[in-house]
């Protein structure tokens, strides 16, 4: 069979409108940060998940026959690991799941919601709050990243201290499999022990196993109030000791816990001088944006916000510290921490990475990864930030000032990340904590990762796709 | 290779009194409720992961050398399906975790706690009390269940409402593969995209994947007080409507959630004249034991719990109720709902299901069961009680009054089995909410999961454990 033989064939399962080969693909073929454009074979956009399921059937039948065709699945083409986008070799099939944005059932008593995998993130947010409920995942892409996307890269955000990664919130699935089989999976259960997870296996494997087209989702009772403060620190050392405060004080109601260096906010003000900070920047070197919700009433928020922070005080962990007396000073704290990826960017490229490691070793990470960098890279300028109540940090890293940013990324990525990578897995961190692999860490995932892990994913990979049909260049290093 | 020189290799690896193939072996031969006894090809007891691993190298070896050798592995031998005892053969090696109890490290402020696999569950809560911490998992066997099985296992138990099942629970894992190799996925990180997660996997796997020999788990901030309410209501409907009530007035103080039918509780009062019912039970058809934990105080735990009491009178779903005045009050109304276990034993052998449904379908759910089992076993008497939080019932039953409970389980199991089970799958339930699949649920997993699953199933199987070495009459059906 042919490339032009499988688009017709394409065209006919799911209707040419739907089957695209022809024309601009671009806003399919390059990933949203325009790190890299691709070249599909075809772009299609089933109506549903019977058409997934043929589509695969057809690919299927094409390698068979020879084609060396293969599939890349994509959500809202938000990621940022070039997970989701083909490669320059014209011979990727890009499905899109955008088209499938049904809300299937909404279970009010059970606490869950089916919908399509396309369902962008913020509708399946709506949805809920106009049940009166919530659907606690949040990011920044969420007016266009979609519930598949998620789930295929376990996406994070802000609310994982109190709810966990978006794997957390899921109660079942439905897959095309490689074969191109229709797995049934979608369940209400909080409890089903038959067998092997294959939901926690889809989960986080950003489209190399399967094709999830549907999912059931939990919600969760709305807190009856919302508040934050902004927190200045001497040290990440307070930092820690002021998130265990916090837990110790605020339990579940503890929903952020955000921590930014002192740089990060000061790229915010040069960048973005109309914002305003609730403490001017110089108190301290680095703050805290905590959240928290009760169950009970703004009162009671305001209460219990205020015996932490006289506990954090005497405790001598704070500097200086501002609670946001409403719904629109706690959303403008959010927008500063939001804006420092967008101060980043204007202060030219740079370099991101998204670590982990166990909260309690923050500080001397952070200290060692500093050191390294500036023995590696000096001059070169951190910009740390991120969800420290994961113990997620993007150390982010800027040209020294004066240089040419993209000569300084460039050159210098490899340098960076071994520098950094290397003291993350010291602390037995993460190189990827939220973002995934994609095509853009498999080297990392070939240097980092245990080898008996790799071993044990090499083979699931083997038995569940042995065409290596679906996303074969992501995540997985080439053997 | 014979397996007297298996035998011989065990013992020159990990000493003579650790690798038992004579003597009397029954307390690893047959499972705790004596279904099944079993026989031994050697009973092993490794100190370390080092020994567990030399001890499948060397049953690989013999594999491969034509002995039909395999092994179980074996934590507290709780289990509830003969997922840890061997089959009759004398060709198992039961290799038990139980000599492996190290607390290998506690980190308070990342709030996790690694331990060797076969440290006893009650031993991990006391050891986290004693830090003012909380590990939340708790079942009747935590005296002797060890923390291994309840990873293998997926264990649920009383407080899943809240803080979920134990893979909720569990941060990272040390697991020896069917190869022989030392996988080391232990972790404190509560964020790690890099790859597939191989811990979910093993997670229920029932150890026919790999061996559990240590894991990371969550720690948690104790509830400043808990409290408890026993209270009668009319119908399941109710219940239900109830449980809803608490979700939105506790939020994730809700900590506890028990449901028991009016025939439950006459059970304890028959065979247990001593113990008394906080409400008298013919008060209510359907009683609810309900726990709420407060973050701040006890004061506050009495308000809150009255509130939720006042709105659930208000709304017509209480008939009575009782609130727990202390401690001991407290205790005495979860004695009874653990005595019903004991209570059904003392009537006679019986029938035991662990079934999980959406909680909004529960009470049509119990309906049906009840025509269908009604229809094919006249006169046999339904025990229904469960976790109703989780949507997961024990529904269990008894022999018509005055016939022989022996014959009756010997006869019926597979006509109650069905009449259930059917029902279960009509409201896309799952026959095994919590207890697992072992030897004793083969034949309903073949019956009753999707055949795409089930293939997916065999073909991760295949690709792990290709000899399959690693207990291979449990969980996965024969093909």
């Known amino acids: 069979m042919t490339a032009d033989q499988l688009v017709l064939q394409l065209q006919a399962l799911i209707g040419a409108d739907h089957a695209r080969a022809q024309g601009d693909l671009s806003a399919w073929e390059e990933d949203w940060r325009q790190l890299a454009k691709g070249k599909a074979l075809a772009?299609?956009?089933?109506?549903?998940t019977a058409e997934v399921a043929a589509v695969v059937q057809a690919c299927v039948a094409a390698k068979e026959s020879g084609l060396n065709v293969s599939i890349v699945p994509q959500g809202g083409n938000t990621g940022l690991v070039l997970g989701g986008t083909p490669d320059d070799s014209g011979l990727q099939v890009v499905l899109s799941l955008k088209r499938m944005q049904a809300v299937r059932a909404l279970d009010k008593q059970n606490l869950s919601i089916t919908v399509d995998a396309g369902c962008i993130l913020q509708n399946l947010q709506t949805i809920a709050a106009a049940e009166g409920l919530l659907f606690p995942l949040s990011l920044a892409a969420e007016g266009s990243c979609v519930i598949g996307g998620n789930l295929a890269t376990n996406a994070g955000g802000t609310q994982v201290v109190r709810y966990g990664n978006t794997r957390d919130l899921c109660l079942g699935l439905e897959v095309v499999t490689a074969k191109g089989e229709i797995w049934n999976g979608l369940s209400g259960l909080r409890k089903n022990n038959t067998g092997y997870d294959l939901r926690h296996l889809m989960i986080g494997s950003e489209g190399t196993l399967g094709i999830i087209t549907a999912a059931t989702m939990k919600l969760y009772p709305q807190p009856a109030a919302t508040t934050c403060a902004w927190l200045a620190v001497d040290t990440l050392d307070h930092a820690v000791e002021l998130l265990s405060l916090a837990q110790k004080h605020l339990a579940s109601g503890l929903t952020g816990f955000e921590t930014m260096e002192?740089?990060?906010?000061?790229?915010?003000?040069?960048?973005?001088?109309h914002m305003r900070m609730p403490i001017d920047v110089t108190v301290g070197n680095a703050f805290v944006l905590l959240e928290y919700s009760d169950d009970e009433s703004e009162d009671r928020a305001r209460v219990r916000l205020e015996i932490l922070l006289e506990a954090a005080f005497e405790a001598g962990l704070l500097t200086d510290?501002?609670?946001?007396?409403n719904l629109d000073q706690a959303q403008k704290m959010w927008d500063i921490r939001e804006h420092i990826t967008l101060a980043q960017a204007a202060e030219g490229l740079h370099l991101k990475h998204d670590i982990s490691v166990p909260s309690s070793s923050i500080p001397a990470f952070v200290r060692q990864a500093k050191e390294a960098l500036a023995k590696a890279l000096p001059g070169a300028r951190v910009i740390n930030f991120g969800h420290l109540g994961d113990g997620n940090l993007h150390f982010n890293v800027q040209a020294p000032e004066g240089e040419n940013p993209r000569a300084f990324v460039d050159t210098c990525q490899q340098t960076a990340e071994h520098a950094i990578y290397d003291v993350v897995a010291s602390f037995g961190g993460s190189f990827s904590a939220e973002h995934g692999v994609g095509r853009l860490k498999r080297h990392d995932l070939a240097h980092y990762k245990e080898p008996v892990a790799l071993g044990m994913m090499r083979a699931i990979k083997a038995a569940l796709d042995p065409l290596n049909l679906l996303n074969p260049h992501a995540l997985l290093p080439d053997a």
């Open 262 to 273: 002192q740089d990060a906010l000061k790229l915010v003000e040069k960048h973005m001088p």
């Open 43 to 48: 772009v299609v956009s089933p109506a549903n």
């Open 321 to 325: 510290g501002a609670v946001a007396q």
